[in-house]
Structure formats: C-alpha cells, structure tokens
C-alpha cells in the first residue's frame, strides 16, 4: 500500500473553494432587472463547465443549447431556434446520467416558460421587454423605492436631517423602518461581492438617533385642493397614505378603531423591539405635514357604516390591516388560558401585562409574532417558556436575528412537532399539548413540506398555550358594501384601486395578506399617488435634501458593523429596548462601505446617476 497524506489545506481544491466562494456571492447579487436570457445562459454555462465529459447529453448537449439561447439574445433567432432549445432541453433532461445534466436543462425549460414574453420580443423585436433594465439593487428590492445610496451617503456627511428627508420622500416612517425593518434592501447588496451587505438598517437608525424624525421638518404641503379622502385604519398604509395625500394638498381624514395610531406597529410589536415613543416621534412627523384629521375609536362598519364614509369623501383608502389571529382546527382549542397571539400582544400593547409568574407557556407557530409572544412571555415571568414548530427551525419564517435572540433568552425551540389536541382539566383549563411528531418530506412551493413520522404522540404540559399560526381580516363588512375579496383578503390591482368601485383603494396587509411594515408603507405610498391622479391631479413632491457627489469606492475588505444589543439575561427582564446605539466610528466607517451602486456601475446613463 502507498504511502497515504492528508489533505492540504493550502492545495488546489482549498484555493478552487475560495474561488467558488466569490463566484457564489456574484451569483448571489446579480443585478435585478436583467435580461432572464443572460442569465439563463450564464447559468447553463456554469453547469456545462462543471460536466465530467463522460456522457453525450451533458458534454454536447449543454453548449449546443446555450449556443442556440445565444442567438436568440443576439437577435438573429426564430421560432425554429426556439423549438430546438426545447427539443435539445428535454432530451437532455430526460437522459442525462447525473443531476448536473438533468437540472441544468430542466431550468432552461422552466426558463422558456416563465419567461415566454422575453423570448418572443428578442426573436420578434430583437430586443428585451420595456420592464427589462439594470436597477440600482437596493433601491429595486426596497418595496418603496427609497433612495439608499443617497440617504448612506447623507449619513456618512453627518447630513442627518438630509437623510430623513431623503427617505421621507418615499417613506414617511424612517423610526419605524430603522427599528424593525427586514431589510429587503440588503439581499443584493453589491458589497456582497467583497465580504458583506451594508447594514442599511443599522445606518437609517443611526440617522433617526442623532436625530429624532418629528425634530425634522416636513416639506411644505402644497396649496389646499379642497379634496377630502377618509383613510381607513390609522396603521403604517393608512398613515403613509395620509402624509402623501396632505402633502400634495388634499384633506386626509383617518378613521382608527383604537384611541391611538400605529396599527400592528403599536400593537402588534412589544415595546423592546420598538419603544412607542420612537413610534410616536414618526407619528407627530406626520401629522403634522398637512391637513390630516383623526376620527379615534371608531371601527369602521360597526360605529359608522362604510357607505357613510364614502359619502363624505371624494375618495376612500381601505388599509384596515390583519388584526385578528388564527386559531387552530383540534380538540381543545377552546380551553381556558388558550389565546390568540395577535390578541396577547394586543393586550400588551394596551399596557397590560399578564403575569405569568411560574407558569409554563407554549407557543404554538413559527414566525415573528411567535417570536414576540414567547420573548414577551419571558418578560412576564413565566417559569418556561417554549415555540413548538411543525417543521425545521430553518424554515421558521420569524427572522432569523428574532429565533437567535429568542433562544439567548432561554426559550426552547420543539420542531418537528404538530399540534394534535390541547388536553384540559376539570375546570376546563388547558393542562398540556398533544403533539404528532413530523419528517421532513417532498417540497410543497418553495420549501419542504412536513408529514407524520412514524413516532408516538408526544405530550407538553402547558398552564397557557399561544396560538401563533398566522392573522386574518375582518373583511365581512366591506364585502357587503362590494369589496371583492378571497379568504378574507381584497382584491384589488397593483395600482391599489378597487376596479368594481371607483374611486375605492385598498393597500397594505387587508389586500396583501399578513406581511411586512414596509410593503404596508408602499401601499400606502402607490395609494396616495393614484388617489391623487384619480381626482385629476397629477401633484410632485419636493425634497431638500442633496444628495452628495460620490467618492471613489472603498476596496479594502472591512467586515459589517452589527448593532449591538443588551446582554440577554438582564433584557430579558423588562421591557426596554434591546438594541444599543451605534458609535460615531462605527457608523462613519459603515457608511463609507458604500459602493454607490447609482453612480457606479449600473447601465448607461446620463448626468452620472440613475433613479
């Protein structure tokens, strides 16, 4: 027998695995907006390198196909080509030895599908679609289409009211978004590349904690147009609609069933993750930039019917969120001391605190608002606290910053477990959860579904039990007044208007399902223009702030700056925010990582920058 070495760490395949290393975070930030061909063809590309050369399908059949792609990107294809790539596709899907072959040529075929349109204008046209164009990545994947680079840019000079009127142009929530944010924005940061994305959302609160937004005046609204719009739901859609609409010169009037504004930002956000009265300083901002009205304590259907707010107005916006929660279909639900997450953290929104002292609490869900319950329940004393999951703790949709930190603080994660039944006492209290312990399985959509494992029940004392399996929305109301809606969710056009109503919109969680504040923000934001262009205007807002002249870009390798937060075991004990300040330093040095991605780098354009 030869003699035998280990591995080298400094050998070809260790410096190959750097390489690949790079060219994933290429992969990883190609730039939205691009032709789907090129990418295709990039893609195929990759995989006929990576063959072995053993089989024909793969060795010849891969360049063939991206050739003839080729020349439908060049412009000098026809349907013919385009029969053939389907053709040469199947045969080597469906022959191919290994899955370099068969999974390369089942995405060109899925490619030829999904993008069928493109195809068709570069064999008819020999060009890409009008929506297809280079976009500055941060500011595409932004729902609102904030101004990143510019605002960074602003921070980095110390500009920090700038700043805050650069993001107020298109959201007028800058608190709120630096303080709980998930950061679209940052999937393909072109830094990525390098080492890292930038820490936008680190870089808006530093903005806002330098400087309080409601300290930062808003713009001039313009002159009164004697238009009314009645908003319904004082929520992040709502209110966005709300400061757009007042700016341009209409009279916004919002309906709130609560005695406070804020929607779930208020309500459905426990204070150490967003304190109110950050909440309130993005509140006061906003009503203050025109003529906004508050109807409090007023639910919509119930205290005042919906036709007589549409009487009243010119124009009506529906954002009336998803505030009610799911509960689950299995014997027990109804017990005692079983509660809806949303209501619970409602609850504590409102100031009321249930004591929870040497209790056990399960919370039954995987998501942010799971994530909240179970952190809130650990700053109400309970004695244990645990998230019971019926898949794996990488599909839990809760951020993956919100499970770290819910584990820090002692809550245990059970996954792979379905609730079964919820067992009760004499007294009709809940005493324990019955679970059915799951595998994982095939993929269901775009992540593996879970199904029964051949394993005993498993049983879970409990004294209270959270049910945090999603939210719904009280749509019956508006649909007897004639809102479409499916599930309970409205149905209306990426322009937010109601078709079968005119003059009727509807944005943000009613319309979307359950989702994200700044997908609400940009709802209430598309709203307050069409609402605006409905009535026969067709106002433009103005923004102070000016942007910098980009610097050279920052090559040398400088690793992310993260926030820091309380340590665990003393957060964990109340209610205050667990987030930590930046530095001066820390921020200045963030900031300077910015590649200005609308300056350099992105396309043709003219007068140096693109938006």
Known sequence: MGKLYLSDPSGYDAKMNEIARHFSHKVEVYPPGSCPITLQISMLRTAANETCGKCVPCRDGLPLVARLMQKVLDGCATEKTLANIKMMATMIRDSADCAIGWNAADEVLKGLELFADEYKSHIENQRCLDCVGQKIPCVSLCPAHVDIPGYIALVGNEDYAGAINLIRRDNPFPTACAMVCEHPCEERCRRKMLESPINIRALKKYAVDMMPADTVKTPAPNPSTGKSIGIIGGGPSGLTAAYFLALMGHKAV???????????????????????????????AILGAGDIEVVYNTTVGKDISIEEVQKKHDAMYVAIGAQTGKTLNIPGADAKNVVSAVEILDEIGNGHLPDYTGKKVLVIGGGNVAMDCARSAVRCNAEEVSIVYRRRQKDMTALESEVESAVMEGIALVTLQSPVEIKKDAEGNCVSLVTQPQMISAYRGDRPAPKDADKPQQEFPADVIMIAVGQDIVSAPFEEFGMPAKRNVFQAGLDTEVKELPGVFTGGDCATGPSTVIRAIAAGKVAAHNIDEYLGYHHTLLCEAVVPEPKENMRTFMG??????????????????????????????????CLRCDHYGCGAMEGGRDL
């Open 254 to 284: 919002v309906y709130e069933s609560h005695d406070k504004l804020g929607g779930m930002l208020r309500y459905g956000i426990p204070n150490y993750r967003f304190p109110k009265d950050r909440l309130d300083e993005d509140i006061r």
């Open 560 to 593: 992310r700056t993260e926030i820091g937060e309380r340590p665990a075991f003393i957060r964990k004990k109340d209610f205050e925010h667990v987030e930590e300040l930046l530095t001066h330093e820390e921020a200045m040095q963030e900031a300077s990582r």
